[in-house]
């Protein structure tokens, strides 16, 4: 296996990412990379890798799904009750890591979390699939479960409970906006020499070129 993964290289060959090209706003620069990745039909061109922490468990990560860029920021939709809502309710400073290998890119985004309003949660849940809703509502989610339950009978069985329902967004479900203070853009280049720029906040948004 050692053998194996020393030989896996990858000779890098995007277009070179320049200064000069760069929108103002890291915001809008991420928006078009994000729109160009979904015109290439990229699987999931808006997942990303959401980082939290926490003094007993440290870093934890794990994939979730952008369902929108708002002038602010990044939102995302949970379960309040997860163990990533719980990190964040210790900690609300996050990061998140979008990597898309066909276009050879990824963006890092250092940030803080804030809760969408009740309306911003209701809307979207009210857009869902009637089984995401339901799939809401039957998941404890993170919590240990029986090796033998049947997870597919027992669902099919909640779901009977709902016929000519309407189903509510429950209290423990909704959306998180992340605010971000540093979105550093990753471009791959021929023999490691990868192009790098990071935006950070202060009053405005400050640019600079990093190493690779």
Known sequence: ??????????????????????????????????????????KDANAVILSTFDKL??????????????????????????????????NNNISLCFFWSKME????????VEKTSDETSDNYWN??????????????QSSEVDKNYDLEKEFEEFKNNFKDKVVKRPNNWGGYI????????????NSRQHDR??????KDWLVKRLFP
Not at 57 to 63: D, F, L
Not at 127 to 140: D, E, G
């Open 1 to 42: 296996m050692k053998k194996e993964l020393e030989s896996i290289r990858v000779e890098y060959k995007s277009k070179p990412l320049n200064y000069n090209n760069l929108l103002p706003n890291p915001i809008h620069q991420l928006k078009l990379w994000l729109n160009e990745a979904i015109e290439l039909n990229i």
């Open 57 to 90: 468990n440290g870093v934890q990560s794990r994939v979730v799904l952008i369902k929108e860029i708002t002038n602010l920021g990044l939102v995302f939709y949970t379960n309040y009750n997860s163990v990533k809502a719980s990190q964040i309710l210790n």
């Open 105 to 112: 890119r990824q963006i890092r985004i250092n940030g803080y």
């Open 127 to 140: 857009s869902r699939p009637l089984n995401s809703r339901i799939s809401a509502l039957f998941s404890k």
């Open 178 to 189: 992340v605010i971000p203070n540093k979105i550093e853009f990753w471009s791959g280049r």
């Open 197 to 202: 720029f990071v935006y950070k906040k202060n």
